[in-house]
């Protein structure tokens, strides 16, 4: 399994560029995850600077989702380090030595993350209003009346102010994956994860979703990591495209330079699928 994991991280590693260490916000370094006797990742380097937005594309199965959760702690690393803003995410330090990470520890690194799933995860039994305050109240601990000033200016912000008292049964795939983009956001993350958010909509709600994604990105600074296969919105939101497949990074650039130029077979061969596309030519 190893020899196996070495030959194809050296067939399709691509070096990433070189960053200043006092701009960068997140960094996996040298993950790897095994599911049993299977390894999913194997030995992914991956940076991403404050406010930058870095789309990962690639076929299922390539490590992707994973990735995400794990920086929404909801997966352990089997082997690598991710830090944030240069602090050990599954680590702390304990007497000048680095132990697992506290319950406590986790707390306070995920307020710097917002992760919106496929499915959306709202409280069946809450109304739309209540699903975005829940957080505010219990996690940051704010007053009730702030926290429902916050979620109606954000639930206006996502174009649902007219729903605030409905409850997620009476609302379309759309306006729930909205609710929860807004759900997140409230929180004022430092980083935002989408993970294939369009993934469980019919195809004529998935414009409005990704319409929201894309105002979100081009005001204030946060950074987004948007695992997608929605090339053409990748395309136009990101700053960086990563191209993973196999459990490693293949290649990573300019969305200029993954869609028109890329270098690699496996990265041609993914993306010839799209060719019909216009802005692939």
């Known amino acids: 399994m190893m020899t196996q994991a070495l030959s194809v991280k050296s067939n399709y590693l691509m070096k990433s560029p070189e960053k200043s260490p006092e701009k960068i916000f997140v960094e996996y370094k040298n993950i790897k995850k095994n599911f049993g006797n299977v390894q999913i990742l194997k030995g992914v380097d991956l940076r991403i600077d404050p406010g930058e937005k870095v789309a990962i594309i690639g076929p299922s199965g390539s490590g992707k989702t994973t990735l995400a959760r794990m920086l929404m702690t909801l997966e352990k690393p089997t082997e690598g380090e991710i830090l944030i803003e240069g602090e050990h995410l599954w680590k702390e330090e304990v007497n ?23 499915q959306y995860n709202l409280f069946p039994h809450m109304t739309i ?10 996690v940051l601990g704010l007053a009730k009346s702030e926290a429902k000033e916050k979620a109606i200016e954000m639930l206006s912000k996502v174009g649902l102010a007219n729903k605030l008292d409905a409850y997620p049964a009476n609302l379309s795939g759309g306006q729930q994956q909205r609710v929860a983009i807004a759900r997140a956001l409230v929180m004022h993350p430092k980083i935002m994860l989408f993970d ?23 005001t204030g600074e946060m950074a987004m990591l948007l695992i997608t296969h929605e090339m053409e ?15 490693v990074v293949v290649e990573e650039g300019t969305p200029e ?19 019909s596309s216009s802005f692939l030519g």
């Not at 680095?98 to 917002?114: C, D, Q, W």
């Open 233 to 247: 919105f990748a395309r136009q939101i990101a700053d960086r495209i990563v191209f993973m497949a196999d459990g």
């Open 257 to 275: 330079q993954i869609f028109k130029y890329p270098k690699h077979k496996r990265t041609q061969d993914f993306l010839q699928r799209f060719r």
């Open 129 to 138: 209003l209540k699903n975005v305050m829940e957080a505010q109240v219990s």
């Open 196 to 218: 294939e958010v369009t993934a469980a909509l019919d195809p004529e709600l998935v414009g409005e979703v990704l319409q929201v994604i894309r105002d979100i990105a081009s």
């Open 96 to 118: 000048g030595k680095l132990v697992p990470a506290s319950e406590k520890h986790f707390r306070k690194m995920r307020k710097n993350i917002g992760m919106v799933f496929q």
